[in-house]
């Protein structure tokens, strides 16, 4: 079985998150490592319905934020990369610098230094020069920058749609084809999904 780390972050846009372990938990040969931060446990009360207890049950392993002891906190643990979604501005920064303060940040280095994917949902807008700067610092790194910008040409019919193009995307660029983009020139999603039989 395939393991991606997941991030959620406090920024504005958990919901792609969210979205992002639903989508997982449908996919079945991926298990998902999942970190939420305090900040991003805020952000799921004031802009989602959902409990922070839902969420955390998407996950099929879940850690602390602090326990940089994790196995996800070592190399020599194989995953596939790490989602960041949302990306805050402070993660970007922890990324860039290497300043790896919690999980989520000691993760994705982790990974870059192993030259895995990792891929941030970076949520800011609009943007100064020290923002720009730290985007290329962490580009430099070898981390993806993917602002989930909604591509039209899918024509979607709801925020829903526009939320699951972009996560699908993001899915992607880890290498996971989870069947819900609706792809260029594509009539629709191909790929049928399996729901696990067993959780952890």
Excluded at 41 to 47: L, M, V, Y
Aim: overall charge positive; charged content about 25%; aromatic content about 4%.
């Amino acid at each position: 079985m395939k393991r991606l780390i997941v991030g959620i972050t406090g920024a504005s846009g958990v919901i792609y998150g969210i979205r992002a372990l639903e989508i997982l938990r449908r996919v079945k040969d991926v298990e998902s490592h999942v970190i939420l931060s305090p900040a991003a446990a805020r952000t799921i009360a004031e802009e989602t319905d959902y409990s922070v207890d839902t969420v955390k049950k998407l996950a099929d392993v879940m850690y602390s934020h602090k326990d940089i002891g994790a196995a996800i906190s070592s190399g020599s643990f194989k995953t596939e990369g790490m989602l960041v979604a949302p990306c805050s501005i402070k993660t970007l920064s922890g990324i860039a610098n290497s300043y790896n303060e919690d999980l989520i940040v000691r993760a994705a280095d982790v990974c870059l230094k192993e030259r895995r994917r990792v891929v941030l949902m970076l949520r800011e807008t609009p943007l100064h020069a020290g923002h720009i700067r730290l985007m290329a610092q962490a580009t430099e790194n070898g981390a993806l920058i993917m602002p989930p910008v909604p591509g039209f040409y899918s024509r979607p019919q709801s925020i829903d749609d526009m939320v699951t193009q972009s996560v699908g995307r993001a899915l992607d660029l880890l290498g996971i084809d989870a069947g819900v983009v609706k792809r260029w020139k594509d009539d629709a999603p191909t790929r049928k999904t399996t729901t696990k039989s067993t959780r952890k």
